[in-house]
């Protein structure tokens, strides 16, 4: 079974006396521990796709599956990265990646041993104690990243993460994330403005139009993996 299905799926707004469309219908699918991207101009609609699978929009028409379960809670299944996620100023780097884990109600002392964990793991454990103010863009990533993982590994939904960051930030960060998501096994659904970085890191990619969003073509990307 596919990890998501996405089928007909349209979404208007209502701003006043106008319609806003910003999706046509949408077919769209990731399998299980596949990683798929979306590229298409800005204002096409691909945030308004995104908050729709993770729940927190709900479609205009059209129908969603997660693990085969049509149309049930969204909220929850989904790891959601938002364009611009929050680390939360007044708190540490761990206590920040606590709160991927507070959200699954894990007894505090097993949180908190995963925590550590995964600092390790993936190299951040000089900073647990750091405040996000004091890290670096792509540290500041790192960490939202390995926060949704934490919250749910299985399917991740990716708004240009690595968008602000500069070039070389960008490459380092982009290995960082193909080693968390073979250490996961997730499935990915990604935006990205970068061609590159699509083709780098995707086993398909979703062209889109300009608003109203509609799937222009599907390009496979048939690379080796490690
Ligand atoms: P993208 O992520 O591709 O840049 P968005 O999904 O953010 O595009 O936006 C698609 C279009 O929908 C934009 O024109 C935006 O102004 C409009 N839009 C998004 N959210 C709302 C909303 N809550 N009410 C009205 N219009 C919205
Ligand atoms: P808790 O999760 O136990 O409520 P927090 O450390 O998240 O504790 O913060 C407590 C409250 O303080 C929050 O509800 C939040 O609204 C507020 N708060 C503290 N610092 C800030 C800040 N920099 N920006 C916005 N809200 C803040």
């Not at 596919?2 to 106008?18: D, F, I, N, S």
């Not at 959200?103 to 190299?123: G, N, T």
């Not at 990604?190 to 086993?203: N, Q």
């Amino acid at each position: 079974t596919q990890k998501l299905t996405v089928k007909g799926v349209t979404r208007t707004y209502v701003e006043g006396k106008r319609r806003v469309e910003a999706l046509t219908p949408i077919d769209l699918t990731v399998a299980r521990g596949e990683f798929v991207s979306l590229i298409g101009p800005s204002g096409c609609g691909k945030s308004t796709l995104f908050n729709i699978i993770a729940g927190v929009d709900e479609p205009t028409t059209g129908t969603l599956a997660i693990d085969g379960d049509w149309d049930g809670e969204r909220a929850g299944r989904v790891g959601y990265m938002p364009q611009q996620p929050l680390l939360l100023p007044w708190r540490t780097v761990e206590e920040n990646i606590l709160l991927g884990l507070d959200i699954r109600r894990l007894p505090r002392k097993e949180a908190l041993q995963q925590a550590h964990d995964v600092l390790k793991r993936f190299s951040l454990h000089d900073f647990a104690e750091s405040y996000p103010t004091a890290l670096s863009g792509g540290m500041r990533q790192r960490i939202a990243l390995l926060r949704t993982v934490l919250f749910n590994s299985s399917f991740l939904l990716l708004d240009e993460p690595f968008g602000a960051l500069d070039a070389l930030t960008r490459i380092t960060l982009q290995m960082w994330l193909l080693d968390l998501l073979q250490t996961y096994h997730s499935s990915v659904l990604f935006i990205t403005h970068d061609v590159r970085e699509a083709i780098l890191l995707s086993d398909r990619i979703y062209v889109l139009s300009a608003r109203p969003a509609s799937v222009l073509r599907v390009v496979d990307i048939d690379l080796p993996r490690p």
